[in-house]
């Protein structure tokens, strides 16, 4: 397994973490979604009052495909970590129908998929619906 270390996002991490969030849109066909930028990650994350919690994972470089690596599973055990810290009784993780990969790790690491056991879907209401929505 490759060595990892997961640490908390800081304020400098933004660039690299917007960068992080375009290849993950493009890996899942949905670059025209991203709609975020730099100075926003760093004002809602880092602002007076945080909208969310970072974590990164700082890899050694290497040659090759990180997949098979063990990374995933050891950001997703410091997650719960994380979570079971702050008093969570759960998290979450969102995935697409056609990622087997991410939905066998989930399911290998004891993750329920809510979408098989009691038929849940997600939803947004985001841009132009959430404006109409809101009466703006």
Known sequence: MASVRIREAEEGDCGQILRLI??????????DQ???S???LRADGFGEKPLYRCLVADLPP???DAQGQGIGSTIIRRV?????????SQFRLAVLDWN???MALYKALGAQDLTEAE???AFTFDGEAMRKLAGK
């Not at 375009?22 to 670059?31: P, Q």
């Open 22 to 31: 375009r290849e993950l849109a493009e890996y899942e066909k949905l670059s």
């Open 34 to 36: 991203v709609q975020i």
């Open 38 to 40: 730099e100075e926003a």
């Open 62 to 64: 290497a040659p090759g």
């Open 80 to 88: 719960a970590q994380v979570a079971l810290d702050q008093g969570c």
């Open 100 to 102: 087997q990969k991410a």
């Open 119 to 121: 038929g849940w879907h």
